[in-house]
């Protein structure tokens, strides 16, 4: 006898299912698979990481863009409140030789006027006044559509 005792019924057929042959699978296969894989998911996150870098330092450009188109926005906004406070509205006028209105008068729909108008007080004209009038061609400053 060989040692081995010879088995019959369910366990025979148990018997059958297990590998007779040597009991070592190769393993060169498996230790490529595994190296493969490590080193993928490694390139994977080198990638991964270097995406989410770059969009980091988009991102910083970003806001700091935002930043100064935000400080600009604030100092043209401070330009503006500037010019339209009173005391600026009327130094320009002045420069610009206005000088405050007269009563107002309105008309309703039907025709008929509200108020009675009156010219502005200090405002003097000469008897020979005419108002400057330019013609099309001195407002340009190329040449006419026709060509001439």
């Known amino acids: 006898m060989s ?11 148990l018997a059958r299912l297990l590998p007779t042959g040597p009991g070592q699978a190769a393993r060169t296969p498996f230790v490529l ?3 493969l894989l490590l080193g993928g998911g490694l ?4 990638v991964l990481n270097s995406a989410l870098s770059e969009g980091a330092f988009k991102l910083d450009d970003l806001q700091r863009g935002t930043k100064n188109l ?13 010019y339209s406070a009173p005391d600026a509205l009327q130094r320009r ?3 610009l030789v206005m000088v405050p209105g007269g009563d107002p008068a309105f008309l309703d729909p039907d025709g008929t006027v509200k108020g009675v108008p ?3 007080p200090g ?12 013609a ?4 340009t400053d190329g040449p006419t559509p026709t060509g001439r």
């Open 70 to 82: 935000t400080d600009e926005e604030q100092a043209l906004q401070r330009d503006i409140d500037a």
């Open 123 to 134: 405002v003097r004209q000469p008897a020979a006044y005419t108002p400057l009038v330019l």
């Open 3 to 13: 040692g081995k005792p010879e088995l019959k019924g369910r366990a025979a057929r």
């Open 93 to 95: 006028a002045r420069e």
């Open 33 to 35: 698979l595994v190296v």
């Open 136 to 139: 099309p061609e001195a407002m």
């Open 118 to 120: 009156s010219p502005a």
């Open 43 to 46: 390139i994977c996150l080198l």
